[in-house]
T-cell receptor, first 113, second 113 residues
Framework: ETGVTQTPRHLVMGMTNKKSLKCEQH?????MYWYKQSAKKPLELMFV???????ENNSVPSRFSPECPNSSHLFLHLHTLQPEDSALYLC????????????FGPGTRLTVL | QQQVKQSPQSLIVQKGGISIINCAYE??????FPWYQQFPGKGPALLIA?????SEKKEGRFTISFNKSAKQFSLHIMDSQPGDSATYFC????????????FGPGTRLSVLP
């Protein structure tokens, strides 16, 4: 696999479920990001990790819990979500935090019933 | 101050025509302005980017025009092709800092054959 991969590609969950999104980058990058993409809204940066350390949490509700065990992997743990959390969740990586280009994965389409 | 405005929301262009998408920003500290292209089912991918020290940058059929005094920048797609049909996002950041990326809401471009 090359680039940034995300699994699963689609996820349907109930409001009481617990699920996790996985992101893996094969680019040797050191910074990783979670974004939320909702219809007709700008991409919203959720979390930023730099060398496995979280550097940014953009006021994201605690029902979203990120985890970065190493520079290649990023998880987003989900629990007791709301229907308005339904969106495309994108993972991205960049070589360093101070780098021009972010490389995005294909996203996980999440539907909360 | 952190917002990037983008217009139009959607655009339909005939094959061979010129597609123009406009963005405006308020924060004068922004110093890096990329455009991302997103096809259905894929994550955004960097298309072209510009810094405030130049007024125009061209890469193939894609050109960014930048007006620093007006705090506006635009993407021009010359000789638009059906394969250019995608959603285009402008963005802005300060100091190349990944966690400071701010995206516009996107423009859905359809190029008719």
């Amino acid at each position: 696999e090359t680039g940034v991969t995300q699994t699963p590609r689609h996820l349907v969950m109930g409001m009481t479920n617990k699920k996790s999104l996985k992101c893996e980058q094969h680019l040797g990058h050191n910074a990783m990001y979670w974004y939320k993409q909702s219809a007709k809204k700008p991409l919203e940066l959720m979390f930023v990790y730099n060398f496995k350390e979280q550097t940014e949490n953009n006021s994201v509700p605690s029902r979203f819990s990120p985890e970065c065990p190493n520079s290649s992997h990023l998880f987003l743990h989900l629990h007791t979500l709301q229907p308005e959390d339904s969106a495309l969740y994108l993972c991205a990586s960049s070589q360093f935090l101070r780098t021009d280009t972010q490389y995005f994965g294909p996203g996980t389409r999440l539907t909360v019933l | 101050q952190q917002q990037v405005k983008q217009s139009p929301q959607s655009l339909i262009v005939q094959k061979g025509g010129i597609s123009i998408i406009n963005c405006a920003y308020e924060n004068t500290a922004f110093d890096y302005f990329p455009w991302y292209q997103q096809f259905p089912g894929k994550g955004p991918a960097l298309l072209i980017a510009i810094r405030p020290d130049v007024s125009e940058k061209k890469e193939g059929r894609f050109t960014i025009s930048f007006n620093k005094s007006a705090k506006q920048f635009s993407l021009h797609i010359m000789d638009s092709q059906p394969g250019d049909s995608a959603t285009y996002f402008c963005a802005a950041s300060r100091d190349n800092y990944g966690q400071n990326f701010v995206f516009g809401p996107g423009t859905r471009l359809s190029v008719l054959p």
